[in-house]
């Protein structure tokens, strides 16, 4: 086993390429992987295709700093703090290519991208102008029972970025609680960078097999991050920061405010 | 006992939960999260509760702000992720699920897409997460916290969630097996659907609220009936629970 | 939450009906559910659809008490022991229904169950005569890629019959180890059999909500059957007995032999 | 030093094995089994190591008969369940597996069904386990402990697994990506096959086998190459590692 422990500018460097198809899990202002989203931004990776299902700041954030060119997602919204600044304003300028989903078929996406298959008959849609304007989904008629359905093609991101709980430095991943698409993203990507709370040694991984929830063949970078997720929550260590977000939804409201958020909380590390 | 139209919003989707309904509760969802909690501890204690934390039964000791929070996962069964309660949907054993919307018709059709133009929209709205999937095969049951003639359009601008298209049997037609908005649930009344044309049609308006006011709040033709009764207010117990549980007032989000 | 904790007699007679389809779990001579086995013969159920994937034993004495009409499988053998002897005489006789299947098809035929959908697609099975006997596999072409590939229609188990290592009186499962299709089975299964080497308290669940594999929703009746897989395997609780399964070898050589096998370990209990 | 053939053929299918492979061991397959410890402790230390354990990696004290016994989770680092070794086959991440057969054709397809007609066979054997799947898209190598004219067919009865069908570009007119048998590793001898023909070919002949040995025991003309060198034996160092790990002679299963 190849020890993939390694500095998270050397992590996105290797792993992030422009024009890549990213996963980002977690979902909402839950354990997002923001301390890779602030790399990929002082890294200024170009035209990313960001895929995830329920999104807020980390897409708004590398959307806004000009990262991204398309979007495939449920929903992108900042929650009670309101719609998401930087994504709304480059969807109404038409800035990015919108492939929009419902949750249903964005994680099927995403699992047939696991599964290995080029799509995967998925129900609902019908009747919805989602299914009208996508793609991705097609309508579909069972051979064997005639119903009809919709095929969800698989997205097969290129990279997966995920924050967990921990880690050994070979890639074998403890995720503890709410596990969100996290697992089946990093079994759907050629490249994995996983951030953790904690390394730990690896005769912890081998006394408790049963607890690698993603083992370390589908890992390609471990990263050392501590409070890697913030402002975003990460259970059992921290929760989110309401007050952070409020001072984003504020700055971000015009784009000279959002670069003086990027100055102050990004570029300043 | 006084209560506010959060805590009778909350009172009311809880009563759509029966004993036994296997009931999500999405992102952004801060009365359903307080009423499936509600539910589960009052009428409909078989209730499976799934929320999106992932969480099988949580049993929080107060609701989180984020409806998917870690608070969410406190004193659970188990996890299971969405991906898994979407195949208990697909399986046709999910019961119900809540789901909010920017504009709703006549038709129970609901937009969380666009205002405008899909590829350069007037306003771009967040998406319908678990819309347009859901309501293409299960029971619904709509919430609007703000009932206004913005909200209930004539036509929106794009169906993310479907309701009954364009009524009568359309669903039927374009073989949607089943399912479709059961209630709508606002600040000002509860609303259904006719069951033969899949018209809106009020069901009872709130204490204090008027068939007028739901009226001239509505922008398209509501089914008057001959009698609309005045909505059962919570009972005591409810509101003990919910402020209870409630301590930091999540449930007034959405009124702010 | 209703308690589901119940006799093993119990649960055969209420939830496994002549005609079920019945996926069992485990593989080979490895926790499968002997007990439920055992029960099920001793009932006289008729006419059941076995559905597995690498299975022995347990598909062998079903067939050979006369319990089965149809089978859905990989591979029915007793590995070193050799061929199945009731599988071998039933179907050279034509007196199953042969579905046969391989792993992949299998596997993904009892997944796409427990994901709700009719049919999904499957790399594979091109230029192989297991293919063209099949009615419940067919050729396709993704409409995204143009890729051949073959659809897998869902075989919808009625019953699942698993054997864990430790569950709740509600039927929240916590199973160790390999999983095999066993969660898959359960939450492909209309109705679900899970018998257990141990209960533990609720409390211990609640306590460990993440090694909870089958919540109890997906359970219809919970089972106290210490040594329920015997003489299968149930790992850190005991070994196959490799004895017993020669004297079995031995003894269904011949329907009369398969008969005294059954006097001696089955009706007898 | 003095060996068996099971501790050759362990040897010959853990040279297939190159460090970096995923590979996958099914069930009845002991020498198979052995191979991949054998392999992932000299010359692939990287290689990841599935079994029908669902165990990734394990590194047991001593191999069980059962090839899915739960002394084959011995020390692994996560379980993963078959059905995920094979979405990573189906997404081209598996490199390699070794399937067993009851016959082989010229252009090594295998049969694992029936001998006979499918409907009423003569001889209903186990099924292909995961041959019709795996084959139909990736790197096999066939092992036959028993190297003879009844398993050595001109026409296999039924394609379990397919080979190169009927030879040349068959797989490609089909519509196969790629893959097929690299080898076939016997008792007698290993074979490959010719690239145009896709017909099996003598690689080399065991130590103390002749060339005519193998062809009085295959029912089907051979590619026989001009030179035929002696196959390579196990090294000491290979032995002691097999016999250590394998006490109780689980190699010897298929010989007995």
């Given at each position: 086993m190849e020890k993939k422990l390694m500095p998270l500018k050397e992590a996105i460097e290797r792993f992030v390429s422009d024009g890549d198809k990213v996963a980002l899990g977690g979902v909402g202002r839950n354990r997002c992987p923001m301390d890779a989203v602030r790399e990929i931004i002082r890294q200024g990776k170009k035209n990313l295709h960001l895929i995830g299902r329920e999104k807020g700041l980390d897409f708004d954030m590398l959307i806004g700093a000009g990262c991204v060119s398309k979007v495939s997602f449920a929903l992108i919204s900042l929650e009670e703090?309101?719609?998401a600044p930087n994504f709304r304003r480059y969807a109404q300028e038409g800035k990015i290519e919108i492939d929009e989903h419902a949750c249903g078929s964005i994680i099927n996406s995403i699992r047939a991208s696991a599964m290995g298959i080029p799509c995967i008959p998925v129900k609902g849609f019908i009747g919805s102008d989602v299914l009208r304007h996508s793609k991705t989904i097609k309508e579909f008629i069972c051979p064997f029972t005639g119903e009809k359905l919709v095929l969800v093609k698989a997205l097969n991101p290129d990279v997966a970025i995920i924050h967990a709980h921990k880690a050994d430095e070979y890639g074998n991943v403890q995720l503890f609680g709410s596990p969100w698409e996290d697992i089946y993203m990093a079994k759907a990507a050629k490249k994995v960078i996983v951030t953790v709370e904690e390394i730990v040694p690896h005769e912890e991984v081998k006394k408790n097999p049963?607890?690698?929830?993603?083992?370390?063949?589908?890992?390609?970078a471990v990263v050392h991050a501590p409070r890697g997720a913030y402002p975003t929550s990460c259970d059992s260590y921290y929760n989110y920061d309401d007050e952070h977000i409020k001072e984003y939804v504020q700055l971000a409201k015009t784009p000279e405010g959002f670069q003086e958020y990027l100055k102050k909380y990004v570029y300043k590390e | 006992m006084e209560y506010k139209v959060s805590e009778l919003m909350i009172s009311l989707m809880a009563r759509e939960i029966k004993d036994g309904d296997k009931v999500l509760q999405g992102l952004y969802s801060p009365m359903p999260m307080i009423a499936c909690l509600l539910a589960k501890h009052f009428h409909a204690p078989n209730m499976v509760f799934f929320n999106t934390a992932d969480a099988v039964d949580p049993d929080p000791s107060e609701v989180p702000f984020?409806?998917?929070?870690?608070?969410?996962?406190?004193?659970?069964?188990a996890y299971l992720p969405l991906a898994e309660v979407f195949d208990l949907a697909q399986r046709g054993e999910l019961s119900l699920i809540f789901l909010g919307a920017a504009q709703v018709d006549m038709y129970g059709n609901t937009n969380l897409?666009?205002?405008?133009?899909?590829?350069?929209?007037k306003v771009r709205l967040p998406g319908g997460a678990a819309s347009a999937f859901l309501c293409g095969f299960m029971d619904t049951v709509i919430w609007v916290p703000r009932h206004n003639s913005k909200v209930f359009v004539e036509k929106v601008s794009f169906i993310t969630g479907q309701g009954?298209?364009?009524?009568?049997?359309t669903r039927e037609r374009l073989g949607i097996p089943k399912g479709g908005p059961r209630k709508v649930i606002t600040n000002l009344c509860v609303m259904d659907f006719e069951p033969k044309t899949k018209k809106m049609r009020l069901v009872s308006v709130h204490p204090g609220v008027t068939v007028d006011d739901v009226v001239n709040n509505t922008g398209f033709d509501l089914i008057i009936p001959d009698e609309v009764p005045t909505t059962e207010p919570p009972t005591k117990e409810e509101l003990e629970f919910i402020r209870s549980i409630d301590p930091n007032n999540v449930r007034e989000l959405e009124f702010k």
């Open positions: 703090f309101g719609l049963h607890l690698t929830a993603i083992p370390y063949f589908y890992v390609s | 984020s409806t998917a929070g870690p608070k969410l996962q406190e004193n659970c069964v897409s666009v205002i405008g133009d899909f590829s350069r929209p009954y298209i364009n009524g009568w049997d």
